[in-house]
């Protein structure tokens, strides 16, 4: 409470205040709850209740789908506005772990508002608020719709406002994605609480089991997926890292080109489910090169052909080892094409320009960055301002100038995190080092003409 | 796990009968259906069409398991469907498996079309826990029905029937597919089921709270608001495909980057693969429970990683030849890696003690001692299949059997191996 800004203080004080006014007038009003309606109300509250404590968070940061908003909709046609008020006011004894007592003051006030403007416009419409007869059904569809229509937004409303007040959203920064999803998944969750007072006439509190749990099932499955998500995240990035643990100065670079690949990604306003592929084609992109001999990669001096043959082969290598695995079909092409150049003079096709994967040519431009801000044995790290100035040069005959521009914005905004000064390796640690990394677009390899 | 692309293909007996009876059943609803006729066409062919689509959307789950939770659902409803709008519906148990066959049929035909034909057991397996259900149901449907007073009086005693019904219905569902799998895997019987009712327990609660919703919302909104009470489930199943998918994933990127041994020439190609096939044989054959036998897999695939970090491929990468301290080195490299990930620690400890001997007071876990083996005799024989050189192997295994090798873990070996090369024996 204490580290919230003043016009958050006043906003939230409002917002309790207002539900504090609206419960107490409808309270005090004869008439407006029956008693009859109080079992019903203790059943939904306490279902609210349930539906709230459980942390419901899921796998988009922007929108956290509660079941909740279906027992307070449902309230609204079962037990009417002031009866919706008091059931969206529970939201103020939730015990989800960590959500401090103004949060949760905060949450009850404003599903009360909900509720209640929700229960007005419902009855405006010419709904009966009581439990709705079997054969009346499609009578509750209009005002329900209605009802739904403005507990929705006034809730976003109500909730972006004292987001912003409190200085943790920056309205700049909402994607309209986000809000879009955001919309659908709630207004799919007052489909729900049709259901559950559509029902209600003929199995009571039972409506609402068979209708919460399916869902309440599916938050299990969602947890199971996001847990394996995270440990398959860990997991393929140990196993590349195992891959590149030959090669003492190399270390750490897949992931590194992973997450610049995927700065490029979201610069360029990729959908999630590429961005997710991206980053793992830039984390799998030089698996291949363990079929590279080591004693090529390790040479000083010029390659022979062949020699050079073996390290251009890297990317079909690795393409061989990723190839049975569910990515999606432009990940692959991403790992296969990430050494091709704009001009064609890249390897292993030769494509150039618009024909290079969009995938390969940002790895390309991420690859060949990391590679340039790290140590190598053979040189230094270059400063950030000196990569970048690098990759401009290249850009139009080695790289795509869109992809980098895009780098460069997302640089500027977000920074970049260089590996650090690799320490010399300690005389008594046997190390591999590349004697020039293939990588390094300021070191070209150079090759011996056999003609 | 090759099961999937070839499903005509190794047809087990039990299989077969499953499949016949669900044939039988089938054309006896279909037959009895065509003869008197369709009752209450629209009921059926709405329900028929949600079925359809439930078995269009089916997707599968991790062990090959295909399920199609919406088609079920759809099939539970339309069994236990008393009434449309306080109208008493009159279907019989027959004309629900015409339903359900028909729909089935009909969501599988885009699959054929391009070539993913479903397993026959799997549908079959569908049908038939349906037909149970509308054998045991319909026939009480008209009693039932009286006893809410036709729509207006308490609908309990329907409730705890249908509640009773299905559960033995899903139990039936668990028996029968754990059956099937025991002897489709060559596993324990108790262990089969005990791993069918940790797969089936969630999605199943889901589609039967659904298909109990479809039924009673019938009775109280009119068929429109089908598609609406099939939505929760819709939600189900779009987690389950997203967790069944990265399961999916997780196995694949390990089996793939467990070749990078191969690649990089550290091991001989397919060896990886190998002793991870054998291992889960030998697994399974000892009665290990799914998620033991999954890490039992993940650490049998990545035993060899530890190889990454050396300086020198060993020549042939046999380990079973090299010293037992470089062996050790190997292991113990392997595991630092797998723990770096931060959630495999246990697979990391298999991977870690898979070269401890059988002897002394520290007995290494069963995973450990299953690789150690499958290692060693994938090492003497490789990718052969000429039975002497397998056999010579096994003796050997034997003689160090009880000091090095867990004597029970070979014995099981030996009848793996005996099963899985019978076309070379003469």
């Known amino acids: ?168 959203l ?40 068979l209708v919460l749990l399916p869902l309440f099932i599916a938050r299990w499955a969602f947890g199971q997926y996001l847990a394996q998500q995270r440990s398959y995240d860990a997991t393929i990035a140990a196993l590349c890292q195992a891959v590149e643990t030959k090669d003492y100065y190399t270390r750490g670079h897949c992931t590194r080109v992973s997450s610049a690949s995927t700065m490029i990604a979201q610069e360029i306003g990729m959908g999630p489910e590429r961005m997710r592929a991206i980053g793992y084609a830039g984390m799998l992109h030089d698996v291949g090169k363990l079929g590279v001999p080591t004693k090529v990669l390790q040479k000083d001096g010029r390659l022979t052909e062949e020699e050079y ?65 790290s140590d190598r044995a053979y040189r230094k790290a270059k400063s950030i301002d000196e990569a970048i100035a690098e990759l401009r040069k290249q850009s139009g005959t080695q790289f795509d100038p869109v992809m980098v521009c895009a780098f460069v914005k997302a640089v500027d905004r977000r920074g970049w995190d260089p590996p650090g000064k690799m320490p010399a390796p300690k005389a008594d640690e046997i190390v591999e080092t590349v004697a020039k990394d293939h990588d390094d677009p300021t070191a070209p390899i150079e090759v011996v003409s056999e003609r | 796990m090759t099961l999937a692309t070839r499903p005509m293909q190794g047809l087990d007996s039990g299989q077969l009968l499953l499949i016949c009876a669900a044939g039988m059943v089938t054309v006896a609803g279909i037959a009895h259906t065509a003869a008197v006729g369709l009752v209450d066409t629209q009921i059926a062919i709405a329900f028929g069409a949600l079925v359809a689509a439930g078995e269009l959307a089916r997707l599968t789950m991790p062990g090959n398991r295909e399920v199609a939770p919406i088609g079920a659902a759809a099939a539970l409803g339309y069994t236990l ?50 037909a149970l259900l509308a054998f045991a149901y319909r026939p009480l449907a008209s009693l039932l029905y009286a006893t809410t007073d036709d729509g207006k009086g308490t609908w309990w005693v329907v409730l705890g029937v249908m509640a009773v019904l299905i559960t033995a219905m899903l139990a039936a569902d668990v028996v029968i597919a754990a059956v099937l799998r025991a002897e489709q895997v060559r596993t324990a019987l108790r262990v089969a089921i005990r791993d069918e009712l940790r797969m089936a327990a969630p999605l199943g609660a889901a589609v039967a709270a659904s298909g109990t919703l479809l039924a009673l919302a019938s009775h109280s909104m009119n068929l429109a608001a089908l598609v609406v009470f099939a939505a929760p489930l819709l939600v189900t199943q779009v987690a389950f495909r997203k967790y069944a998918g990265i399961r999916a994933t997780y196995l694949q990127t390990v089996r793939a980057l467990a070749r990078v041994t191969e690649v990089g020439g550290y091991v001989e190609p397919g060896h990886s693969r190998r002793v991870s096939h054998l291992s889960l044989a030998i697994g399974r054959e000892l009665g290990m429970a ?25 020549p042939g990468g046999a380990t079973v030849l090299t010293d037992p301290v470089q062996a050790r080195s190997i292991a113990e490299l392997g595991a630092e890696i797998i723990k770096k990930t931060g959630v495999l620690d246990r697979v990391a400890d298999i991977v870690r003690r898979q070269g401890d001997p059988f002897t002394g007071r520290d007995v290494p876990p069963l995973a450990s001692r299953i690789i150690k083996a499958a290692n060693a005799y994938d090492d003497l024989v490789g990718g052969s299949t000429d039975r002497d050189r397998a056999a010579a192997a096994l003796e050997r295994l034997r003689l160090d059997g009880g000091d090095e090798y867990d004597p029970a873990v070979v014995e099981s070996m030996a009848r793996v191996i005996d099963r899985l090369t019978p076309a070379t024996r003469l």
């Open chain 1, 170 to 209: 920056h309205l700049d920064e909402v994607p309209l994605r986000g809000i879009a999803q955001f919309l659908v998944s709630y207004l799919g969750y007052a489909t729900f609480g049709l259901l559950i007072a559509g029902l209600w006439a003929t199995v009571q509190s039972i409506s609402a089991v």
């Open chain 2, 81 to 130: 469907l008393l009434d449309v709008g306080g109208v008493p519906t009159r279907h019989s148990a027959l004309q629900v498996v015409a339903v359900m066959s028909a729909g089935m049929t009909l969501g599988a035909l885009p699959h054929l079309a391009v070539g993913r034909p479903p397993r026959l057991d799997a549908i079959a397996r569908r049908l038939l826990s349906g």
């Open chain 1, 309 to 373: 043959a073996a390290i251009q082969l890297h990317p079909m290598r690795g393409l061989e080892i990723v190839r049975g695995i569910d990515f999606l079909d432009e990940a692959f092409a991403g790992i296969m094409h990430h050494h091709e150049r704009q001009d064609g003079k890249g390897y292993p096709m030769g494509l150039a320009g618009a024909e290079i994967p969009e995938f390969a040519r940002i790895i390309a431009v991420a690859d060949a960055f990391d590679s340039m801000t």
């Open chain 2, 290 to 314: 799914e998620p033991e036998l999954l890490e039992l897999e993940y650490a049998a695939l990545m035993h060899d990683i530890g190889q990454l970090s050396l300086r020198d491929p060993i």
């Open chain 1, 1 to 168: 409470m204490r580290e919230l800004p003043w016009p958050a203080k006043v906003y939230l004080v409002t917002v309790v205040g207002v539900a504090g006014v609206l419960i107490g007038r409808g309270l005090v009003v004869p008439d407006r709850l029956g008693e009859h309606h109080w079992p019903t109300l203790l059943v939904l509250a306490l279902l609210f209740l349930v539906c709230e404590s459980v942390p419901t968070l899921l796998n988009v940061e922007q929108a956290a789908m509660s079941v909740s908003f279906s027992a307070a909709l449902a309230a609204v046609v079962l037990v009417g506005d002031v009866g919706a008020a008091l059931v969206g006011a529970t939201a103020v004894l939730s015990v989800r772990p960590g959500l401090p007592l103004h949060k949760r003051l905060f949450n009850g006030a404003q599903f009360a508002i909900c509720g209640y403007a929700a229960g007005w416009v419902f009855e405006w419409l010419g709904g009966a608020q009581d439990v709705p007869s079997v054969d009346r059904f499609t009578d509750l569809l209009g005002p329900f719709m209605g009802a739904a229509a403005v507990f929705v937004p006034l809730n976003a409303v109500l909730f972006t406002v004292m987001l912003s007040l409190a200085g943790q």
